[in-house]
């Protein structure tokens, strides 16, 4: 059975090919009445308009990339990249926009996906987990492509990008660990060539520096296994510790093991605190204390951000911070 064209649909509505063009793009230069009889046409001949000719004819592709600049494992694995990633598809389900996703870590991977993201492709870009320098986001922004990150990157000025309140609440989360009477405070910071990294050490900082007590600091890149990497070094290399505030939940989850092995009880000999208030915390032994983070509404807010771009609105606010707050539980 053949595929019904255009000029089938206009000979069924009795009007012109162009009417159709006009009523399939959202023109409102067509009358009501030729409206209904086109849409009544190709709803008997089940007619679906060639995407590919549509886009040369309106510029846009309904397609938005979010690029995370991590490898899938990371990916799938960790809690912040799921929930911001729900928010993002939450957002533009109503929009009618398609996402697609794209992982890039390597500098030739980078040039693969810049050459296709200014090549008209999409309508826009969220870039997520970037680190360093990455020239990514200012040459996209030069091609005259929408760009949103997720995070301030550090190295950049961005028009545009969504965040938590990093700082504030790894100085909650420290605080409230000076409040138990802790004296022996360490941290395990995240990567420092991203801003969350940047952030969350600055926090710890903050809430250290008031009291005097001195400053014990391991890194680690958010991930599980560098969190218990991080902790075996600070237990080898400040024994007499009593509390560590992770910069991540799956760094936290990856304390509690190491110290489990070593034979220090949580909370009593050590008091641990994360970050993200991921299902994983909930369901630690014993239970996280972390820092909640509204990943979805920071993926919500993204997409919306970047929706706004495309249209061409200006925008009020190109920079959003969300609040973070501390949720306790037994671990501190």
Same mark, same amino acid.
């Not at 993200?276 to 979805?296: F, G, I, R």
């Not at 807010?301 to 061409?312: E, K, N, S, T």
């Not at 200006?314 to 501190?332: F, N």
């Given at each position: ?28 230069? %067509? /009358? ?20 590919? +000719?549509?886009?040369?004819?309106t510029?846009?592709t309904?397609?938005?990339?979010? #690029? #995370?600049?991590? /490898? ?5 694995? $960790? ?20 996402? =697609? ?15 296709y &993201?200014?090549?008209?492709? !999409?309508d ?11 020239? =990514?986001?200012?040459?996209?922004? +030069?091609?005259?492509v ?11 000025? *961005? ?19 000076? /409040? ?17 990294? %940047? ?16 400053? &014990? ?7 599980? $296994?560098?969190?218990?990497v ?10 007499g510790?009593?509390? !560590?505030?992770a910069? /991540? ?16 009880? #949580? ?8 970050f993200?208030?991921?299902? +994983? ?5 014993? *239970?996280?204390?972390? %820092?909640?983070?509204?990943? $979805?509404a920071?993926g ?13 609105e200006? =925008? ?17």
């Open positions: 059975m053949n595929r019904p064209t255009l000029e089938a649909v206009a000979a069924r509505a009795g009007v012109g090919r162009g009417t159709v063009s006009r009523v399939i793009n959202g023109s409102p230069n %067509v /009358s009501q009445r030729a409206r209904d009889a086109v849409q009544a046409a190709i709803q008997e001949l089940g007619y679906v308009p060639n995407r590919a +000719a549509r886009t040369l004819v510029r846009r309904d397609t938005v990339a979010l #690029v #995370v600049s991590e /490898s899938e494992g990371r990916l799938f694995d $960790e809690p912040y990249f799921a929930g911001t990633i729900r928010g993002i598809g939450s957002a533009l389900s109503e929009t009618g926009l398609q996402l =697609l996703l794209a992982m890039a870590r390597t500098p030739e991977e980078h040039a693969r996906l810049q050459h &993201l200014t090549g008209q492709h !999409v826009g870009v969220l870039l997520l987990s970037l680190h360093g320098d990455d020239p =990514l986001p200012g040459r996209l922004e +030069a091609m005259g929408p760009t949103v990150l997720g995070g301030r990157p550090v190295g950049l000025a *961005p028009y545009s990008y969504v965040d938590m309140d990093n700082r504030a609440g790894a100085r909650q989360a420290v605080k409230h660990l000076l /409040s138990l009477g802790r004296t022996r405070i360490a941290a395990i910071a995240g990567s420092q060539d991203m801003g969350v990294g %940047v952030d969350r050490l600055a926090g710890y900082r903050d809430a250290l520096l008031p009291s005097g007590l001195p400053e &014990l600091v391991a890194f680690g890149d958010f991930s599980e $296994e560098s969190g218990e991080a902790m075996a070094e600070l237990l080898a290399t400040h024994p510790l009593d509390a !560590v505030f910069a /991540s939940d799956p760094m936290a989850l990856g304390a509690l093991r190491v110290l489990k092995s070593a034979g220090r009880a #949580v909370p009593d000999d050590v008091a641990v605190i994360g993200d208030d991921s299902k +994983a915390a909930l369901h630690a032994d014993p *239970p996280l204390t972390t %820092v909640h983070q509204p990943t $979805e920071m919500r807010q993204m997409a919306l951000l970047l929706v706004a771009r495309i249209h061409g200006e =925008l009020r606010q190109p920079v959003v911070i969300l609040d973070t707050h501390l949720v306790r539980r037994a671990s501190a």
